[in-house]
């Protein structure tokens, strides 16, 4: 019987052949941890008397809170680098960038490797079909003592892409509609293995990422996208990392990707998607665009097509936060930077900037943001009845230009 890319994976690091349902222990390849988590990490590693069995294979990311916003997140992240420089594990420091960015740039997500991490998005490595997931402080530094960990084999969910996005539509708005479809809890401990096919396999890795990224929010254990186009031309996929014809699925979604129109997730839940004309006109006091699912140098250059030779709608913040330090630069380089800076947007330190609500664009009572992110629900950047719209970097663009939620092509009409 065939096997899918998670039973795949599973077994070449088990050394047996296993199935979905099966427990096993397995290598890992590299184990995550964010600043936010870090304390209980290391306060876990202590209880234990143990060190990292394999230094280099864990990271440590200074990302959520950086620059360190108050006394408290100082203190925390001083012992993160004292402990990281005692046990010769590497840190990436304030301004490197999200998480999840940073380890796909250093090469620290690998097709077939299999990267634990403290942080939900983990499942982001699976752009280059890496079993990438995520969990707790303990199980994180069980991992990172051990060398590691346990799993469930999960049973896959497939997800069909099929064609090209019309001009105007981008890999968010798929990957809002696949939330749409599968539902908040559509894939839980499962894994979502996604397909690209009929011209889908142009999609590009920081495309690859977003879906992988958005997966976990249908509750995946880890998303897969099977390796192909600018995947295969940069990485070295192994021969065995496709899945088989025979794989047995869960079951099995069809997207057309042709079909597609710009989407919004709506307050306060990320399966609530919406077509964005349904929403059109929603006052918007904030636009942020970044993080770990659209803070890429193509999403800043989409932003920067819709806002050149434009302006931020007068009381309106657009917030930009390149997802890590590489981004900012290639910004820099390219003039996209100088772009956003016309149209009047803020630009803040890499890393996840007020996606958390932790600093950098916190929410008041009753304020509309427009986000990038992945997460909109109730209190996550702020006030608890402030809103979250979640839509692609271009929605997000023009929704700072005219002060409500829109798309660029309306945006045109309007100015027509
Ligand atoms: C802080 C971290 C544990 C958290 C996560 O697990 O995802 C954060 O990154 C988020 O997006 O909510
Ligand atoms: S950018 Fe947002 S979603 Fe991504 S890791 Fe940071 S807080 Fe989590």
């Known amino acids: 019987m065939g096997q899918t890319l998670a039973e795949k994976i599973l077994s070449q690091k088990a050394g047996r052949r296993v199935e979905a349902g099966e427990l096993v222990v397995v290598e890992v390849d590299q184990v995550m941890v964010v600043d936010s988590i870090a304390g209980s990490f290391i306060r876990r590693l202590e209880y234990l008397e143990a060190s990292p069995r394999y230094p280099e294979r864990v990271s440590i990311v200074i990302d959520h809170v950086a620059p360190a916003a108050n006394l408290e997140v100082a203190k925390a992240?001083?012992?993160?680098?004292?402990?990281?420089?005692r046990h010769g594990v590497r840190v990436f420091d304030v301004g490197r960038g999200v998480c999840h960015q940073v380890l796909m740039e250093e090469g620290l997500a690998q097709p077939g490797w299999i990267v634990v991490g403290s942080d939900s998005h983990s499942t982001t490595y699976g752009a280059v079909a890496a079993f990438g997931t995520g969990m707790g402080a303990t199980d994180v530094a069980l991992a990172a003592a051990s060398g590691r960990t346990w799993l469930r084999v999960p049973e896959t969910v497939k997800v069909?892409?099929?064609?090209r996005l019309p001009k105007g539509v981008t890999a968010k708005d798929a990957a809002l509609e696949m939330v749409r479809l599968l539902g908040a809890d559509g894939a839980t401990y499962m894994a979502v293995e996604i397909h690209l096919l009929e011209g889908a396999e142009g999609l590009t890795l920081g495309e690859r990422m977003t879906l992988a990224n958005l997966t976990v929010e249908a509750g995946a254990k880890a998303g897969l996208v099977v390796p192909?186009?600018?995947v295969l031309a940069r990485y070295e996929v192994p021969p065995w990392l496709f899945p088989d014809p025979e794989a047995r699925y869960a079951k099995t979604l069809e997207i057309d990707l042709s079909a597609l129109t710009p989407r919004v997730s709506v307050p306060f839940y990320v399966d609530n998607v919406h077509e964005v004309t349904a929403v059109k006109g929603k006052r918007v006091d904030q636009v942020f665009i970044g993080t770990c699912t659209n803070g890429r140098i193509e999403d800043l250059r989409a932003a920067a097509e819709v806002l050149r030779g434009r302006?931020?709608?007068p009381g309106v913040r657009l917030l930009v936060i390149p997802a890590s330090s590489q981004v900012l630069e290639e910004a820099a380089r390219d003039g996209t930077l100088l772009t956003l800076l016309e149209a009047g947007a803020t630009i803040g330190t890499p890393g996840c900037g007020p996606c958390m609500g932790r600093h950098m664009g916190v929410l008041a009572p009753g304020e509309v943001c427009v986000s990038t992110s992945n997460r909109n629900f109730r209190g996550?950047?702020?006030a608890p009845d402030a809103e979250i719209y979640l839509a692609s970097p271009r929605v997000a663009a023009a929704s700072a230009v005219a002060g409500y939620?829109?798309?660029p092509e309306e945006l045109e009409e309007?100015?027509?």
């Not at 992240?77 to 420089?85: P, S």
């Not at 069909?160 to 064609?163: D, K, P, S």
């Open 77 to 85: 992240q001083k012992e993160i680098r004292e402990w990281a420089g």
């Open 414 to 416: 309007v100015h027509a």
């Open 311 to 313: 302006k931020v709608a």
């Open 228 to 230: 192909s186009g600018e």
């Open 405 to 407: 939620l829109t798309t």
């Open 160 to 163: 069909v892409f099929r064609g």
């Open 380 to 382: 996550r950047m702020g």
